[in-house]
């Protein structure tokens, strides 16, 4: 069970209980009622008008059911999908979300207590999840999407407490800390995805990896992480600089040289990307296969739908290339992931930490800034 002294503090201070209207008033108080008074702080995401309608409330601790555990929460990051998701621009298959729900896909924490038949964790494991909870290993099913996708159809880690699907959680080994795992699940974890279970990455590869936003960042450091060597491109020649601190090897201006998939075959003594992390789509597709090696994988991520035709492909018959689009992760390659973080003693770049109770202004930053890393926010 969830201890009472734990559930007291992470409730001390809460501000402004319960906004919402009579109604809900009246039914979450039956419900603190009924769980003996203890309460935990969740977000909402209300009207679905970004974060200046995100509204904290307080709700009644559940007692985990069969198959679940309780997070208390220690870290989580925000990506594009949660920015779309606060606005009412993220879609969810089959039925619409209602304001209650919490939102948030990336976490991490302690389990707090843990329902009948969980096997998995147990209390005081420090543990992330995936967002896509029902996908545990093997090959992809549009399912997934539709069931358990945690802060879309479910309920997020935006909360002092998350209860999640216990077969969804990862534990993190010695060297992992929560805020660094707080950052793999949706962009993170694609980047492994695609450079581990699709393209294969080994030593001496040349990784393609555009733009500098959070798959790409990840794209840099797990390819570095296999011995390649990694090209990335962005319409800053700043940023282009900052991710070299990062590890990559060579920075092409995609603004100043539109030309930029024969740029990445000159920079590589004409030998071309074996690997593209395909993280834009419809505006980038041709000049990614222009600057492809012979045998290349480009993976498919940008959900920046792809050209209504497709484009000129240089060279893409005799040059065998693999096109393959990927959505996020299973459990398993999440947990390779983490894995190999521990082993590596890496940290992902953060661009900026919040308070819980900055939570908004958290989403507001990100909205604002261009920065290279994750926003973070401290739960704890
Ligand atoms: N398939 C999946 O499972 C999956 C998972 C996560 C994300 N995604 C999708 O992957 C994409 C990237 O996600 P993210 O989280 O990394 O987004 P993000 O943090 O918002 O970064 C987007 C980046 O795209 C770059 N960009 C824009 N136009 C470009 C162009 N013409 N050429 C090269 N780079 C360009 C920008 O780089 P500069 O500012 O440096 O120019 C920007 O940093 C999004 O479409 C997202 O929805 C898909």
Do not use: C
Not at 157 to 174: D, I, N, S
Not at 212 to 224: E, I, M, P
Not at 333 to 356: C, E, W
């Amino acid at each position: 069970m969830v201890s009472r002294r734990n559930v007291l503090t992470a409730a001390a201070g809460a501000t402004g209980a319960l906004i919402g209207g009579k109604a809900a008033l009246a039914e979450a108080a039956e419900q603190v009622a009924q769980s003996g008074g203890e309460t935990y702080r969740v977000y909402e995401i209300g009207e679905q008008k970004g974060p200046e309608t995100l509204r904290m409330v307080e709700r009644p601790v559940p007692a985990p059911g069969p198959g679940q555990a309780l997070i208390k929460v220690v870290s989580t990051s925000i990506n594009a999908r949660d920015h779309g998701l606060i606005s009412n621009r993220f879609p969810i298959p089959r039925g619409r979300r209602p304001d209650t729900r919490i939102p948030i896909s990336e976490g991490a924490g302690v389990v707090a207590a843990v329902g009948d038949g969980v096997t998995q964790v147990q209390v005081g494991d420090r543990v992330t999840a995936t967002h896509f909870s029902s996908w545990i290993k093997g090959p992809w099913d549009p399912e997934q999407s539709y069931i358990g996708d945690i802060g879309n159809n479910i309920d997020g880690w935006l909360a002092e407490m998350a209860l999640l699907p216990a077969h969804a959680l990862v534990k993190l080994p010695e060297g992992v800390s929560e805020e660094t795992a707080a950052t793999f699940v949706s962009s993170g974890v694609t980047a492994w995805h695609a450079l581990y279970e699709v393209a294969r990455v080994k030593p001496g590869d040349i990784v393609l990896s555009l733009g500098t936003g959070g798959v790409s960042s990840f794209g840099v450091q797990l390819a570095k992480m296999s011995g390649a060597k990694v090209v990335v491109t962005s319409s800053s020649d700043a940023k282009l600089e900052a991710m070299k601190k990062h590890g990559a090897d060579i920075g092409i201006n995609y603004r100043t040289t539109p030309d930029w998939g024969q740029a990445v075959i000159d920079a590589t003594d004409g030998h071309g990307a074996d690997i593209v992390l395909e993280n834009v789509g419809r505006r980038t597709l041709d000049q990614s296969l222009t600057g492809t090696a012979v045998n290349a994988y480009v993976v498919l991520i940008g959900t920046d739908r792809l050209p209504e035709q497709l484009p000129k492909m240089p060279g893409f018959y005799m040059k065998n290339i693999t096109m393959k689009a990927i959505s996020n992760a299973s459990v398993e390659m999440l947990n390779d992931m983490v894995q190999a973080y521990g082993v590596s003693g890496l940290t992902p770049p953060i661009a900026k930490r919040f308070s819980f109770e900055d939570a908004a202004k958290a989403f507001e930053y990100q909205r604002e800034h261009d920065d290279i890393g994750k926003v973070i926010i401290q739960h704890t």
